[in-house]
């Protein structure tokens, strides 16, 4: 079960919400979107994409290509973050780590929070206001918006439907600074990035429309059907037919973002 929490956040920091979830009932999929997630994961262990992550940590994910699937062992909520992937970026460079086990983030530079942060037993409220305070407060390279920032929710504002050649003409910057920034920082080139934020949107479209599949796909500036199915499997890693078996699971996940 997903409940969203109303907290004021910075800039980088967009939206936080925990997921309570049953073994072998329930499983939350973060369907791959240019935002990166931080999770909060305490008392029990989880699974994510069949791997096992240990209890009592902070694992952070910078954009994805690959939809996310989260599953658990015994009952468990996991706090989830959604943030603009440079804040991840940050983080996971700072502390020259790439996905798993930054526990060691809030324990060393907030020790007086981190046991109730882990503690499942405390007020659940309470814990998530507890770790929007501790990511406030981590504020890596600077408070304020940088280039890429500004690049960043400019793509997501234009859905993905946007060139590299008009974001350097926009910001005033090289495309070989923007490649440089989205590699160091983000992970994934440019290109692909715009890609994955409008085969998102165009996902998006699809649950709440009337309108043709076929309408839809040109009209987000795909050629036809056929390159529209061709990214869905280059970008999610499944086929669009697959995709569409799975999505009432799916659904629910795309349509409590805001779009």
């Known amino acids: 079960m ?14 936080i919400y925990s997921i ?11 369907v791959p979107n240019g935002y ?9 262990k989880v699974s994510i994409n069949s791997k096992n992550i240990t209890r009592d940590t902070i694992a952070c994910f910078k954009p994805t290509q690959k939809v996310v699937s989260i599953d658990c062992h015994k009952p468990t909520t996991v706090i989830v973050a959604k943030c603009i992937p440079t804040y991840a970026g940050y983080i996971i460079n700072n502390e020259q780590k790439r996905i798993y086990n930054l526990n060691h983030l809030i324990s060393s530079k907030h020790s007086r929070w981190s ?10 409220y309470l814990r998530i206001q507890l770790f929007n305070s501790i990511l406030s407060q981590l504020n ?16 997501h504002a234009c859905k993905g439907k946007i060139s590299i050649k008009e974001l350097t003409q926009r910001y005033s910057c090289s495309s070989r600074y923007i490649q440089k920034q989205f590699k160091s920082i983000i992970g994934i080139t440019p290109k692909v990035y715009l890609n994955l934020a ?15 599949e076929a309408d839809v796909t040109i009209l987000n500036y795909y050629y036809d059907h056929s390159h529209f199915s061709k990214t ?3 970008l999610l890693g499944v086929s669009y037919s697959k995709y569409k078996s799975s999505k009432s699971n799916l ?5 409590c973002e805001d779009y």
């Not at 109303?6 to 967009?14: E, R, T, V």
């Not at 046991?115 to 659940?124: A, G, M, P």
């Not at 996902?203 to 429309?209: F, Y």
Request: glycine share 0%.
């Open 251 to 255: 659904t629910s996940v795309l349509l």
């Open 20 to 30: 309570d979830l049953k073994p072998h009932v329930d499983s939350h999929i973060i």
């Open 115 to 124: 046991k109730q942060l882990f503690n499942s037993n405390s007020d659940l």
């Open 140 to 155: 890596f390279k600077t408070i304020h918006k940088t280039i890429l920032d500004n690049i960043v929710l400019y793509i």
């Open 232 to 234: 869905v499997k280059s």
């Open 36 to 44: 990166s997630y931080i999770l909060c994961i305490a008392k029990n």
């Open 2 to 15: 997903l409940v969203r929490h109303k907290l004021p956040f910075n800039h980088w920091l967009l939206d």
């Open 198 to 212: 409008k085969l998102y949107y165009t996902l998006l479209e699809l649950e709440i429309t009337i309108k043709s």
